[in-house]
């Protein structure tokens, strides 16, 4: 009924950039605001980015703040995630996800994808 499908993420150097897309099988799209997450070995998800449904707003987490960018297209139903600037501390399992608040606590949100893997080398 729903799904939602990471892809771009792969092996890039430090400094480098990549854009994730997250194509999302929502009847009702706009109505959804999304985020991303991120999960690396060893560590908790954490929030990354998020963006209301109007995409109107944003929100970031300080340590991607200046870096990485949320967008959307709501006709094309897809999100979008612009990392710059790249770190090894970037490196982490990156999932879309989609919910029906704005917000930046996973219990906000509904829908999950299966993850893109993001890997940044030094």
């Known amino acids: 009924q729903v799904s939602l499908v990471e892809s771009g993420g792969g092996l890039v150097q430090a400094g480098g950039s990549l854009r994730l897309s997250c194509a999302a099988s929502?009847?009702?799209?706009?109505?959804?605001?999304m985020g991303w997450f991120r999960q690396a070995p060893g560590k908790e998800r954490e929030f990354v980015a998020a963006?209301?449904?109007?995409?109107?707003?944003?929100y970031y987490a300080d340590s991607v703040k200046g870096r990485f960018t949320i967008s959307r297209s709501n006709a094309r139903k897809t999100v979008y995630l612009q990392m710059s600037s790249l770190k090894p501390e970037d490196t982490a399992l990156y999932y879309c996800a989609a919910g029906r608040v704005f917000g930046f606590e996973a219990l906000q949100y509904n829908y999950w994808g299966q993850g893109t893997q993001v890997t940044v080398s030094s």
């Open positions: 963006i209301s449904w109007r995409g109107d707003t944003t």
């Open positions: 929502i009847r009702t799209f706009s109505d959804y605001n």
